[in-house]
């Protein structure tokens, strides 16, 4: 069943605008940290719309939320989509959110018509795919996909040092955490509609992009020890400056990344802590954080792996100790081709351009992808921009992603 032709969606914008106003900033920046007390707020709010809908919902122990809209037959595994409303600090208004109203618009579009999904189809609410508070993304999907383990998320604080134990229970979820490990099977699959949050679409003047690949981060700390002392009485020669050996790390890391010749693989030195960070004294230390993405893992790792061969060889000829700590290197992710051709389907009949794309951005999605067969949908946004209160995506193209995720849904429910 496809949606008429005319899709009103005057009350999802009006939604997107109250939810861009519960936030922790002054508009138009929205800031929804995890368990906070606008995050709090943005998820009764939407609870509140789902409810509306007439959606069942409840919530696991770290937040995650889901919104069935029962179908024929519950015992099937349901079709399910959805994102995050957690939000950056100094962010916009459609990062996540898009995919989160944009699902439960969907969901309306098709009860408006009067469909009747065999499958139910569920809104799924992550909890934390941004950083913010523990320094770790998806951290909703990664503990629904058992990708982190409940004693991993126990020793995860924040920078007050807060547990996740106490901010989770500040916020009012209980519960084992072993209990937001899903099975695979607990859906039957799974579409993330999202803003494209790079440039390419606005600027070919293409309605959509469906996503093939998912890129995966590998995220390096890097600690480097040197000696320091007066900027003007240590002389030259015997200077062992830890801030020198990270500009040496920080240009083999992008000699690395452009090695490998493929326009896929990117790298990123992304925070430089300084210590003790005076203008008349040199440092003595510095933590570097590192970004390393690309859709093809083992040529990922190969720049991770020069990064760390850089930091043995730096170390010994600048006489510094340098030490690195693997956050996270996460295998990337290829998108189910049946998932695809009906959403290219739907793409044709809506007569929407379309192209098929990567996400370098990683999302919820690439965990999901551990349970259960994933696609995503990207619009376009304004100048490719994102995580910036400029950040915007107009009503055609959030009316184009609902539309075909909404006849995609029917088609993949029924």
Request: hydrophobic share 45%; proline share 5%.
């Amino acid at each position: 069943m496809a949606p008429h032709a005319e899709l009103t969606i005057d009350g999802l914008l009006s939604e997107i605008t109250m939810l861009a106003h519960i936030s922790e900033a002054e508009p138009p920046v929205v800031t929804r940290v995890v368990f906070g007390e606008a995050d709090l707020r943005a998820r009764a709010y939407v609870k509140s719309l789902c409810a509306a809908a007439g959606l069942i919902v409840t919530e696991d122990a770290v937040g995650n939320t889901f919104a069935r809209w029962q179908g024929a037959e519950p015992d099937l595994a349901p079709v399910a989509t959805g994102s995050h409303i957690d939000a950056i600090p100094n962010a916009g208004s459609y990062d996540g959110v898009v995919g989160v109203l944009g699902g439960l618009e969907a969901i309306r579009v098709l009860q408006k018509l009067g469909f009747k999904p065999r499958r139910s189809i569920e809104l799924v609410i992550f909890t934390a795919e941004e950083p913010t508070r523990f320094g770790i993304g998806c951290l909703g999907s990664r503990m629904m996909a058992n990708v982190l383990t409940p004693q991993q998320a126990l020793a995860l604080r924040d920078k007050e040092g807060r547990t996740l134990e106490e901010r989770r229970a500040s916020a009012g979820f209980t519960g084992a955490l072993d209990s937001a490990a899903l099975p695979s099977g607990r859906f039957h699959q799974f579409i993330e509609l999202h803003i494209e949050q790079g440039p390419l679409l606005e600027a070919e003047g293409i309605d959509l992009g469906l996503v093939t690949h998912i890129a995966a981060p590998a995220s390096l700390r890097i600690h480097i020890e040197g000696e320091g002392g007066h900027a003007g009485a240590k002389l030259m020669p015997g200077r062992k400056d830890a801030l020198a050996a990270a500009a040496e790390l920080i240009l083999a890391l992008e000699s690395a990344a452009k090695s490998t010749g493929a326009i896929d693989t990117v790298a990123t030195a992304g925070v430089c802590e300084v210590f003790p960070s005076a203008v008349n004294s040199i440092p003595s230390r510095v933590r570097l954080e590192t970004d390393i993405r690309d859709i093809d893992g083992a040529r990922r790792d190969s720049v991770l792996d020069a990064l760390r061969a850089a930091c043995a060889e730096v170390a010994a000829r600048r006489g510094v100790t340098i030490a690195t700590d693997l956050v996270n290197a996460d295998p990337p992710t290829a998108c189910d081709p049946a998932i695809l051709a009906a959403l290219e389907e739907a793409a044709v009949t809506a007569g929407r351009s379309h192209k098929k794309m990567v996400s370098r951005a990683y999302h919820d999605s690439l965990f999901m992808a551990r349970i259960v067969p994933v696609a995503m949908l990207f619009i376009p946004c304004r100048g490719g921009i994102s995580h910036r209160p400029d950040e915007y995506a107009s009503p055609e193209w959030i009316a184009s992603g609902v539309r075909v995720l909404a006849t995609t849904l029917a088609k993949l429910a029924s």
